[in-house]
Nanobody, 116 residues
Framework: QVQLEESGGGLVHPGGSLRLSCAAS????????MGWYRQAPGKQREKVAG???????NYADSVKGRFTVSRDNAKNTVYLQMNSLKPEDTAVYFC??????????WGQGTQVTVSS
């Protein structure tokens, strides 16, 4: 069982920045992938970015060049630096953790609102 605690959401103007954090605790395997999905009202959950414990990050096309995912393996924490935010980035952002082919664990979600 892995627990994920997210922080860092909020309200920001278009063009602004936010940094999300997600700390994992519990039965954590050293080989894992962590990252972020998001879900906007009336839309399906979509993957934003992910990074394996020893791999390169990957991004949705919609956020490439604006968002950066990183992790601190010693702290079991994954971050999402979001720059040049747009209104269409407004969503609830969910952190995830997955070990190999097991079912992922999810955070409770943090709201990001981009509005003037």
């Amino acid at each position: 069982q892995v627990q994920l605690e997210e922080s860092g959401g909020g309200l920001v103007h278009p063009g602004g920045s936010l940094r999300l954090s997600c700390a994992a605790s519990g039965n954590i395997f050293s080989i894992n992938t962590m990252g972020w999905y998001r879900q906007a009202p009336g839309k399906q959950r979509e993957k934003v970015a992910g990074v394996a414990s020893s791999g390169s990050p990957n991004y949705a096309d919609s956020v490439k060049g604006r968002f950066t995912v990183s992790r601190d393996n010693a702290k079991n924490t994954v971050y999402l630096q979001m720059n040049s935010l747009k209104p269409e980035d407004t969503a609830v952002y969910f952190c995830y953790y997955v070990h190999l082919g097991a079912s992922p664990s999810w955070g409770q979600g943090t709201q990001v609102t981009v509005s003037s």
